[in-house]
């Protein structure tokens, strides 16, 4: 700031100072704008990630992937590995899988337990575990796999409609409903909740019609 100071009325030297500080402006910027559009495609608004494809998430050591009843895990291991040199232990709460005389790849908790006499695992092409666990409660999604993952958003998990058909009653109910508030907050519009909330709003009021509803009805907007 001093040689600025001491030279003014120097035009070329406040020339040159401004042409440097434009032709750097770009490349700044340009540097800075990349950053986020990657971290936006893999988290969410709150930080949480975005589900892969198949509901779950792919982690540096296996993926996971779910349906509102199963979960499927799937564990790389070497080409060439057999179903006789695996080591697979799954309880209600836990899962220990690796290959026999190494380290366990997983052995940890659940996010919630599991049916363990409906849970299988195989080894398939001789280069990845395939576990599949059957969820006690099967009317919820799973936010995580494993104790300490990283959380889903559950928000954007999106349920199969071709499978509806091979659901009981209930759980098909809970589905179709979930699948419609999705598409109500994709839109803005009201969940059937806050539908139903407007309903019994309207009811009241009509009942009170001198009472003031303005703050209830800023409460049940969707937003």
Known sequence: MAVISDFQEDENIIDHQEEIVQNSKPSSSASSDDKPEKEESATSDDNKRVPNKGNGLDMETYSWTQTLPEVTISVPVPAGTKSKSVSCEIKKNHLKVGLKGQPCIIDVDFYQSVKVDDCFWSIEDNKVISILLTKQNQKDWWKYLMQGDPEIDTQKAE????????????????VEKMMYNQRQKQMGLPTSEETQQQEMLKMFQAKNPNMDFSGMKNMISPE
């Not at 349920?159 to 809970?174: A, G, I, N, Q, Y």
């Open 159 to 174: 349920p199969e409609t071709s499978k509806l058909s091979v659901l009981d009653p209930e759980t098909r109910s809970v």
